[in-house]
């Protein structure tokens, strides 16, 4: 037995652990009251996450998150601020920056001058929502869409805010929040990932995205997200080898398998089944994903309501279609990420272009959606890292200026999947820098996300090195007054 032990001991389960030491029923009421987790059968929450059950009823069956990398300036798109325009060149006030700590590249500056907004604002919709020039597209689906404009984060740099909003954890080696949902909730169709990862690019200053973006962290590894590319192998080693038929391929597939499992009973270890399930879905993509992505079907009238753009492959319109496509299919999380937003400087000429470039496609994705009846079960997200100043970096003049990061207010929005539409939530001060009404942390973002597709932030956990870990860590709550 002790040869075993120490070959066998890391995959030790309740019951070879009772068997093998042959407790008696006095040490077992002992080791209930010790060591809990070891003795317990499981919740019902533990076995509908291995059932691939919501807790509750959802509102929403997928995600489409529209994510703007870099942190679009809020007061150049949904945070329309007058006073900033009355003020534009003169010092922020003490009493309104209070001790904000500033980032490298402005805390050297011998002063802080306000700069309001270059573009127009109008009012549209039932909300009277406020909703820049630049974004034509958008005001017309304002009635759809609930604007937040009181989110929050503590990180001020892009790296810890990009890792922070996408898996709770400013710290790397976490599972992302597609990956928590994959985990919680299981595939609903076996032949495309549960995860999937599409990227643009626009013209400005692009941040960086990396894999750990989409990482499964310390889930098993078929939760992590599968990045598609816009070239002529969307998913990387997915076609057979030259001289390898479907057979032949189907054939070495299934002797791995035997051998997988061979190894899975002498060591135990839970990533070699992990391995096994991606070979299959690996084999089922060959002939899923070349239809998926197949744009060339799409009708006239489709194609125009996203723009010509959408049928240039890696552009954000077509990224948009495929995510319509890919979520209509089954795909659980379809995360979209565009570059270009980080404008320090030249803010009026590249935030223009960005704009034009994600602004027609957002709202086709929420018209399209909508029109096909899957908006109600489909939720739209829009929005970045964290926000910009309301004063400038570097030289201002009347033509040019920058902004740097904000971490104490930015805006998003939301579309279908149990939000209310039409409405604003939060808001800001007069400089657009404090928030003076209904906050929301980025953890009540990710528990308000995971409550529409039913599941509860606070339950949905995974122990690992004797932590019990979650998307939201340990805060968080649902913001129930966006909620139909």
């Known amino acids: 037995m002790d040869n075993e032990i120490l070959e066998h001991g890391f995959t030790w389960n309740r019951r070879r652990f009772l068997s093998a030491m042959s407790l008696g029923i006095g040490s077992m009421a002992l080791g209930s009251l010790l060591m809990p987790e070891l003795f317990s059968s499981g919740g019902a929450d533990e076995e509908a996450i291995k059932a691939g059950l919501p807790h509750f009823a959802p509102k929403a069956k997928r995600i489409i998150y529209l994510f703007q990398n870099g942190a679009p300036a809020q007061q150049e798109l949904f945070d329309y601020k007058p006073k900033l325009r009355e003020m534009t060149g003169t010092e922020i006030p003490s009493s309104v920056r209070g001790t904000q700590r500033l980032t490298g590249m402005t805390s050297g500056q011998s002063s802080l001058p306000l700069v309001g907004s270059f573009v127009d604002f109008k009012q549209y919709g039932n909300s009277r929502a406020w909703i820049s020039d630049l974004m034509p597209y958008t005001a017309k689906v304002v009635d759809d869409i609930c604007i937040v404009r009181s989110m929050h984060t503590?990180?001020?740099?892009?790296?810890?805010?990009?890792?922070?909003?996408?898996?709770?954890?400013?710290?790397?080696?976490?599972?992302?929040?597609?990956?928590?949902l994959s985990y919680g909730l299981g595939n609903e169709n076996k032949n495309l990932p549960n995860f999937t990862v599409l990227l643009s690019r626009g013209i400005g200053n692009g941040q960086g995205v990396y894999s750990k973006l989409w990482s499964n962290g310390f889930l098993d590894s078929i939760h992590q997200g599968v990045q598609f590319s816009k070239g002529e192998d969307p998913v990387l080693y997915l076609r057979d080898p030259a001289g390898m038929d479907r057979k032949a391929r189907r054939e070495m597939l299934d002797n791995l398998s035997e051998l997988n499992e061979i190894s899975y009973k002498e060591m135990g270890d839970p990533e070699i089944h992990a391995k096994i399930?991606?070979?299959?879905?690996?084999?089922?993509?060959?002939?899923?994903?070349?239809?998926?992505?197949?744009?060339?079907?799409?009708?006239?009238?489709?194609?125009?309501?996203?723009?010509?753009?959408?049928?240039?492959?890696?552009?954000?319109?077509?990224n948009c279609l495929l995510a319509r496509k890919l979520s209509e299919n089954?795909?659980?999380?379809?995360?979209?990420?565009?570059?270009?937003?980080?404008?320090?400087?030249?803010?009026?000429?590249?935030?223009?272009?960005?704009?034009?470039?994600?602004?027609?496609?957002?709202?086709?994705?929420?018209?399209?959606?909508?029109?096909?009846?899957?908006?109600?079960?489909?939720l739209v997200i829009w929005g970045g890292e964290f926000g910009r100043t309301s004063y400038t970096q570097g030289k201002l003049t009347k033509d040019n200026y920058g902004r740097d990061h904000h971490p104490r207010c930015f805006t998003i929005w939301m579309a279908g999947g149990g939000i209310k539409p039409g409405?604003?939530?939060?808001?800001?001060?007069?400089?657009?820098?404090?928030?003076?009404?209904?906050?929301?942390?980025?953890?009540?973002?990710?528990?308000?996300?995971?409550?529409q597709m039913g599941l509860d932030h606070e339950k949905l956990i995974f122990k690992h090195l004797g932590r019990r870990y979650r998307l939201t860590d340990v805060s968080g709550k649902v913001i129930r007054d966006i909620i139909t």
């Open 154 to 180: 503590e990180a001020i740099n892009h790296d810890p805010a990009l890792t922070f909003i996408q898996t709770g954890s400013q710290q790397g080696n976490r599972p992302s929040m597609g990956s928590w």
């Open 423 to 451: 409405i604003v939530y939060g808001e800001t001060d007069e400089f657009g820098y404090n928030i003076v009404k209904d906050p929301v942390h980025v953890h009540d973002f990710q528990a308000t996300i995971l409550n």
């Open 330 to 378: 089954g795909v659980r999380f379809v995360q979209l990420y565009h570059q270009g937003w980080d404008q320090h400087g030249n803010l009026p000429y590249e935030i223009a272009k960005q704009a034009k470039d994600v602004d027609q496609a957002s709202a086709a994705l929420v018209m399209d959606l909508k029109q096909r009846g899957l908006l109600d079960e489909t």
């Open 277 to 318: 399930r991606q070979y299959e879905m690996a084999y089922r993509m060959q002939t899923a994903v070349p239809q998926v992505m197949d744009l060339s079907k799409e009708p006239d009238h489709i194609v125009k309501m996203y723009g010509p753009d959408c049928l240039v492959p890696g552009t954000f319109a077509a």
